[in-house]
């Protein structure tokens, strides 16, 4: 059982920049891929951005340039750096974790870009 603890989400003004973190139970080598997802309200979750064991990354083209997924090894943890946000960036966001056929989710972190 993979656990999965999101932090880092808050309100911030349009223009600025947060940076969530996913901290992993475990080795997140051993993990084939990790993603970042969101959910705004009355809308469908949806993928922001993957980080694959072997370290290759992919984002959906609404984030592109702005926000960057990383991770650092020797603290399990994954990140989202999220700059330039938008108020269409407002929702909840997920970390979750692909081992094989089975999905794990985060309890969720709420960003919210408003003026």
């Known amino acids: 059982q993979v656990q999965l603890v999101e932090s880092g989400g808050g309100l911030v003004q349009p223009g600025g920049s947060l940076r969530l973190s996913c901290a992993v139970s475990?080795?997140?080598?051993?993990?084939?891929?990790m993603g970042w997802f969101r959910q705004a309200p009355g809308k469908q979750r949806e993928l922001v951005a993957v980080?694959?064991?072997?370290?290759?990354?992919t984002s959906t083209d609404s984030v592109k340039g702005r926000f960057t997924i990383s991770r650092d090894a020797a603290k399990n943890t994954v990140y989202l750096q999220m700059n330039s946000l938008k108020p269409e960036d407002t929702a909840v966001y997920y970390c979750h974790a692909a081992r094989g056929v089975t999905s794990y989710w985060g309890q969720g972190t709420q960003v919210t870009v408003s003026s």
């Open positions: 980080i694959t064991s072997g370290g290759t990354t």
């Open positions: 475990e080795n997140i080598f051993s993990i084939a891929a």
